[in-house]
């Protein structure tokens, strides 16, 4: 069994029905990559993962929990952080004031911001702030206000804030949405450092097929909420089925 397991999960918004028994598993220390031309149901699967929908039938279990309607917290709780389209920074503060907040994150979802005086262990938390910034390449801006910040440099910010969690899993939303190609290509490399030293497991849902084909171990290919094919990069490239579902046509 994979550490995310997806099983018959479907969907409907009245006379839509955006996902359809939809099956996946995600193998522990890979990047699974799920894919689909607009409207397939990525979002609306993602969201399922998080909580924010509930299937109409269907489980998603993580290491044997069930993700239905989890909160927030919950969802770190487990071992489950989020990357969001927008990077989801506080703007008002700084790089370093940012993870931070990020290291001083309970588990049950409250914030210990104390002033550091009355925090036992602050070296350890400045500690490890700093490194999860050394991790992401940002440790030279740690200084600056995070809203002057370049799209590729908030997105590693959140990277940082995300990795001061100690993920086991971290779904991606098109993580390099906006950018300009420079910050994509560095985003990719950013995440395959991530994966490479942490082995972490990655979901990812991205329209840009050289970040999908830069980064994935499998992919899932959906088309109109059902899952069409699911292999290796190198066989879903040229796969009838996935031209047929982008283009319209087999070829």
């Known amino acids: 069994m994979g550490i995310l397991e997806v099983k018959d999960v479907s969907k409907r918004f009245g006379g ?33 993962f998080v909580g924010k929908l509930i299937p109409d039938t269907g489980s998603v279990m993580f290491e044997g929990h069930s ?25 008002e503060l700084t790089v370093f004031e940012n993870v931070m907040i990020a ?12 002033p550091f005086k009355t925090v036992e262990n602050e070296t350890d938390i400045v500690e ?3 490194q999860m910034l050394v991790d992401v390449s940002m440790i030279e801006k740690r200084d600056m206000h995070s809203a002057s910040l370049s799209r590729g440099d908030k997105r590693r910010l959140e990277m940082a804030m ?39 497991t990655m979901a990812i849902i991205e329209h840009d097929m050289h970040v999908v084909f830069s980064l994935a171990d499998r992919i899932t290919v959906l088309a109109q909420g059902t899952p069409i094919v699911e292999d290796v ?4 490239k040229g796969h009838p089925k996935v031209q047929e579902a982008y283009l319209g046509t087999a070829h």
Not at 103 to 114: I, T, W, Y
């Open 16 to 48: 839509l029905k955006a996902l359809s028994d939809v099956n996946l598993s995600v193998e522990e220390g890979t990047v699974h990559a799920i894919i689909g031309p607009n409207g397939a149901g990525k979002s609306t699967l993602l969201n399922c």
């Open 67 to 91: 993700l239905l309607g989890i909160k927030p917290h919950q969802i770190n709780q487990l071992g489950v952080s989020r990357v969001f389209q927008t990077p989801e920074i506080f703007s």
């Open 103 to 114: 290291c001083f994150a309970k588990r049950d979802g409250s914030f210990r911001l104390q």
């Open 128 to 130: 490890k702030a700093e």
């Open 162 to 200: 995300c990795l001061a969690q100690d993920p086991k899993l971290l779904l991606l939303d098109e993580p390099t949405a906006g950018m300009a190609r420079a910050d994509t290509n560095n985003t990719i490399e950013l995440l395959k450092d991530i994966q490479k030293q942490r082995g972490i």
């Open 233 to 236: 990069p190198e066989k879903i």
